[in-house]
């Protein structure tokens, strides 16, 4: 169900809170978004591993992009950001199990983490360095992948999405990001909280469906672009508009997605759709694990990783602990 917002947010559905995902078009500018608020998922995520504020933010923005992207896809599969870089931060991977669930995971060496934040070269990029980003699309172990790579080159995650999706997809894209720690009235304890807004320009022909499913563009040939582009002026209005967002506003816990949209295009016009909540979710198991240590380690191998008689694993994303007895693999060999 699509509510078009009023200037009294006249829907008929309660506005939408945090850790969720909210779909709109923007009819009279041909162009189809995504606004993505994240709270306690967030926060959960962040505060498990105890990053650094500087990595917080970034994976907190990762998470954000994800979330956007992840949540258009219209079957059960995974959605994988993932960027492995020369930088302070080295590794950033947020894994979408559609369609609700996200998990995320940074590795980051502390001592370079310190130089650059102590010489003030602590922005996304700097801590980045350079490498690339990966986007992958899973649809199950008997489907085929699909993968966009492209190099990290710019300032931000909100440039590098910018490039992927022009080189990757031709699709004209605008992309903003925030992240906040932020302490509210009563709670002396403070939240990591993210908010995001992602736009795409509709083709000429007014296809409904997200054109950066796997299928519709081609994820790796970026010689294809056209060109002879003309931005139109439908999609300059709404990509002004957005860039005029603030930090606060996307991260701001009492503006909802609905408010947020009304205050950029109130003028233009913008109609919302049902939002799609976000959790955040494992993908870990033991029985995952166990088929993991059983099928790609010998009985050598599982033995040389056994301490005091167990084989611990944890999660990298959730540091859930999982123990296992060497010898419970013999019988099944």
Not at 38 to 64: I, Q, T
Not at 164 to 188: C, K, N, W
Not at 273 to 281: D, H, L
């Amino acid at each position: 169900m699509a509510d078009t917002i009023t200037s009294n947010l006249g829907l008929d559905r309660p506005e939408t809170g945090d850790d969720a995902v909210v779909p709109f078009t923007l009819e009279n500018l041909d162009t189809r978004g995504r606004s993505v608020r994240l709270g306690a998922a967030l926060d959960a995520m962040l505060k498990r591993h105890d990053y650094p504020p500087p990595v917080a933010r970034l994976l907190g923005e990762a998470v954000a992009l994800a979330a956007l992207i992840g949540s258009s896809l219209k079957f059960e599969g995974r959605f994988i950001l993932q960027t492995q870089t020369d930088g302070p931060v080295n590794l950033l991977v947020v894994d979408f199990d559609a369609p609700d669930g996200v998990r995320a995971y940074a590795r980051f060496d502390e001592a370079e983490l310190d130089a650059a934040v102590a010489s003030g070269r602590a922005r996304p990029g700097e801590l980045l360095g350079k490498g690339h980003l990966a986007m992958t699309i899973d649809q199950g172990e008997h489907m085929e992948r699909y993968q966009g790579i492209v190099a990290l080159e710019g300032d931000s995650l909100e440039e590098v999405a910018h490039t992927y999706f022009m080189q990757s997809e031709q699709i004209p894209t605008h992309v903003r990001l925030a992240v906040a720690e932020l302490s509210q009235r009563g709670d002396p304890v403070s939240h990591w909280r993210a908010g995001g807004v992602l736009i795409q320009h509709l083709p000429d022909h007014g296809m409904a469906v997200m054109p950066d499913l796997p299928g519709d563009g081609d994820f790796d040939n970026p010689e294809t672009a056209d060109p002879d582009f003309v931005e139109p002026d439908s999609w300059t209005r709404a990509r002004t508009l957005l860039s005029t967002v603030e930090d606060a506003e996307l991260a701001d816990p009492t503006v909802s997605p609905e408010q947020l949209l009304f205050r950029l295009y109130h003028e233009t016009g913008v109609r919302v759709f049902e939002p799609t909540a976000i959790e955040e979710r494992c993908t870990c198991s033991a029985e995952r694990i166990e088929d993991m240590l059983r099928n790609s380690f010998s009985s050598e191998e599982r033995a040389e990783m056994a301490v005091d008689g167990q084989i611990e694993v944890v999660c990298e994303f959730c540091s859930s602990a999982y123990h296992f007895n060497p010898h419970q693999f013999e019988t099944s060999n």
